[in-house]
Nanobody, 124 residues
Framework: QVQLVESGGGLVQAGGSLRLSCAAS????????MGWFRQAPGKEREFAGA????????YYADSVKGRFTISRDNAKNTMYLQMNNLKPEDTAVYFC?????????????????WGQGTQVTVSS
């Protein structure tokens, strides 16, 4: 059974930082795309960023580019999201996801596996 488990969410003041982790179990994703999505109340789940498997190339939404950094440790089957200079509009539930593919896609429906989500709240 494949599981993705996020951790590291919490409450932080604007301008602060948080680091989210996503630990995968049940299979490895070393050659496949993993991504981070977020969903604010009343809004659709949106793409935040993704990372390819073998090369570790990263892709980001414009709203987080320059502030968020995705990395992965394939030996630990874990992906990370370093979030700096957080803003109140970053407040959302953050989900990690994985695709059964090495090609990056930006739509949440393109991802096959999901974590349960972790809440990130940024106060002004």
């Amino acid at each position: 059974q494949v599981q993705l488990v996020e951790s590291g969410g919490g409450l932080v003041q604007a301008g602060g930082s948080l680091r989210l982790s996503c630990a995968a179990s049940g299979r490895t994703f070393s050659t496949e795309v993993m991504g981070w999505f977020r969903q604010a109340p009343g809004k659709e789940r949106e793409f935040a960023g993704a990372i390819t498997g073998s090369s570790g190339r990263t892709y980001y939404a414009d709203s987080v580019k320059g502030r968020f950094t995705i990395s992965r440790d394939n030996a630990k089957n874990t992906m990370y999201l370093q979030m700096n200079n957080l803003k109140p509009e970053d407040t959302a539930v953050y989900f990690c996801a994985a695709r059964r593919s090495s090609t990056v896609r930006y739509g949440f429906r393109e991802y096959d596996y999901w974590g349960q989500g972790t809440q990130v709240t940024v106060s002004s």
